[in-house]
Nanobody, 123 residues
Framework: QVQLVESGGGLVQAGGSLRLSCAAS????????MGWFRQAPGKEREFVAQISKSGVFTNYGDSVKGRFTISRDTAKSTLYLQMNSLKFEDTAVYYCAASRETEILLVSTVGYWGQGTQVTVSS
């Protein structure tokens, strides 16, 4: 089974940018649909973005469309999330997710989770 380790979180001012990375090991990276979820204090975990096994197709949550970009590097077995124009409401723990399913839009469809990385946006 695949293991996922996120990195790249931190503190950033509103309007700034961060890039999250998720290193995958223990599985064949290209056989997993990959995604990012986030969870703010007191809120449910929510979908942020997903990318298909081939890397061709992507989907985004409405709140991040046009600001975040998901990508994957099969050679490095790494998933990325480029976050631009960050807002205070983007503050959350961001989780890398993997699934053997075609889509990974719901928490229930996730087979594997990373440990999470904190992103804090100051207003």
């Amino acid at each position: 089974q695949v293991q996922l380790v996120e990195s790249g979180g931190g503190l950033v001012q509103a309007g700034g940018s961060l890039r999250l990375s998720c290193a995958a090991s223990g599985g064949t990276f290209r056989t997993y649909t990959m995604g990012w979820f986030r969870q703010a204090p007191g809120k449910e975990r929510e979908f942020v973005a997903q990318i298909s096994k081939s890397g061709v197709f992507t989907n985004y949550g409405d709140s991040v469309k046009g600001r975040f970009t998901i990508s994957r590097d099969t050679a490095k077995s790494t998933l990325y999330l480029q976050m631009n124009s960050l807002k205070f409401e983007d503050t959350a723990v961001y989780y890398c997710a993997a699934s053997r399913e075609t889509e990974i839009l719901l928490v229930s469809t996730v087979g594997y989770w990373g440990q999470g990385t904190q992103v804090t946006v100051s207003s």
